[in-house]
Structures are given as structure tokens and as C-alpha cells.
């Protein structure tokens, strides 16, 4: 059965951010993930990890003035000793949470920009060589620009590419179910295809990105195709509740039992 991990940037917001986590471990999960934890200090995020056992499973590195618009700064061809940066607060935060990978965010730029090209592939290479100094993986996440419009890694053919060129062991691929269907489509043929090098799954019903179930997708049915393929991996829940979270979570009845809690005397 997949291991689940609620997204708190998404659920549980009912709460305040720092209160999510005892409602994720409340409602059954044992693993979390967010966008961002920049806004608070390390060591409170790794306190409520380690009080309700909870597995840190992925965040993003700082992705520049979000509130601005940027969404990431890889593939900004002046930005790059700010990314640099970045990654070392990024790094911090891996410490204190446990997490094993970490997301770049490619930021907004044309696709097609030779530029923007080569600012990309020089910040992933640099960001993983860095990250494997400290054993983490860094995954690669194509966003359809419905949600994300002009972001540069539209594509989930140019991540895999990219992977396989630099052929760096620590550098994997952020396979959203989401924004695989809208942008290509035929989601179990790549997921067969690009399994060998999937780091994270996240998922959410299409169009709407609600709970799984409530879309044109069969979300079981793809859930049950990781099983098949052997991913042992998070998936990460990055949907939007259409009502409350809790009242949400029916489709979740399947899997609640046979998640796997992180002993609080472990936890990071």
C-alpha cells in the first residue's frame, strides 16, 4: 500500500501551520509534506515531527520572492548565487526535519530561452553535486502552467532527459499524477517508463485538484500501479480540499491502516 504523506501548505488549514501536523497524525498520516517552511525556525518543525512521530517526506528549496510571483530561481540566468544561498538555508532545514529530498523549483522563464537552458541545467547539477555531499536526493517537478503559468519545466520528456544526461545518482524525478494527466496525459504508461528514476509521487483528482476519487482519474487504480512497480516512496496528498480536510478523507479509509508510524524516540 502507498505511504502517504499530507500535504500541509494544501490541508489541515483549518489550523494554524504549526497545528497541521498534530491534525495530519490525528487523522492518520505519518508522513508530511509542505511547499515552504521558511517561516518558521527549524527546530519547531522537527519538535512537532518528532512529538507526533511524523516523517518529514519533502519541501521545497527557497524558491525566491514568492509573494512577488517568482516561483523558483534555476533556470534565472543572475539569480544564481541567490539560489546558492537558498540551498544552505534549504540544508539547515533538511537537518533539523530528517528529510531525505528536496525540491528545486525551476522558476518563470520561457522554455525555449538558450539562457534560461543552460541557468537551468548548471543550478540542478550544482544543487544535487551539493546535496549528495549531505546524502539527500534532489527531484525535479514538470507543473502545467494552468496552475503555474510561464514556469520553464513544463515537461515531463525535458526532466527525464535532463536526468538521464547528467546521470548524477542523487537526482530523481517529482512525478505529480496531477500535472502529468493535464499536461500529457496516458499517466500509467509514463509512470512504467520513468519509474526507474521517480523520487516522490504527489497526487490530486484532475481537473479540479481535490481528493483523489473526485476526478476524471482513477486514483485507486493508480495507487495500486506503484504497488505493482515497487515504489516504496511517499505520496505526497498536494490537493485541495473541496470542503473541510477531515470531512475529505473518505477515500483515505483504504490506506489509513496500513500506514506506518515513525516511533516519536526516532523521529529527527
Known amino acids: 500500500m502507498p505511504r502517504f504523506a499530507a500535504n500541509l501548505t494544501l490541508m489541515f488549514t483549518e489550523r494554524p501551520f504549526l497545528e ?20 518558521h525556525p527549524p527546530g519547531a518543525i522537527a519538535e512537532r515531527l518528532r512529538t507526533f512521530g511524523l516523517t ?32 544552505e538555508t534549504g540544508l539547515r532545514y533538511a537537518k533539523a526535519t530528517g528529510v531525505a529530498r ?6 518563470v522563464a520561457p522554455a525555449d530561452d538558450s ?15 551539493r546535496l549528495a555531499r549531505e546524502a539527500l536526493d534532489l527531484v525535479l517537478e514538470p507543473i502545467n502552467a494552468r496552475n503555474m503559468p510561464g ?17 548524477l545518482p542523487n537526482l530523481k524525478l517529482q512525478f505529480d499524477l496531477y500535472h502529468c494527466q493535464i499536461l500529457h496525459g496516458d499517466v500509467t504508461m509514463r509512470l512504467r517508463a520513468l519509474m526507474p528514476m521517480v523520487g516522490h509521487v504527489q497526487t490530486a483528482s484532475v481537473p479540479g485538484r481535490h481528493e483523489p476519487g473526485t476526478g476524471e482519474m482513477n486514483d485507486a487504480r493508480l495507487f495500486a500501479e506503484l504497488d505493482s ?8 496528498c498536494e ?11 473518505g477515500w483515505f479509509e483504504a490506506y489509513r491502516a496500513s500506514q506506518i508510524r515513525q516511533p516519536p524516540s526516532e523521529a529527527p
Open 102 to 107: 528536496l525540491h528545486l523549483m525551476a522558476g
Open 151 to 167: 514556469y520553464f519545466l513544463n515537461d515531463f520528456d525535458v526532466a527525464a532527459r535532463l536526468i538521464r544526461d547528467l546521470g
Open 56 to 87: 518529514q517526506a519533502l519541501f521545497n528549496l527557497p524558491p525566491g520572492d514568492w509573494a512577488a510571483g517568482e516561483r523558483g530561481l534555476a533556470a534565472l540566468p543572475d539569480r544564481f548565487e541567490e539560489l546558492r544561498a537558498g540551498v
Open 20 to 39: 497541521r501536523f498534530e491534525a495530519a497524525a490525528e487523522a492518520g498520516f505519518t508522513a508530511v509534506e509542505f511547499l515552504f517552511p521558511y517561516e
Open 115 to 129: 539562457q534560461a537552458q543552460a541557468a537551468y541545467r548548471r543550478a540542478v547539477a550544482w544543487t544535487a553535486e
Open 229 to 236: 512497480l515497487g515504489y516504496d516512496g511517499f505520496v505526497g
Open 239 to 249: 490537493y485541495n480540499p473541496a470542503g473541510g480536510t477531515r470531512e475529505g478523507l
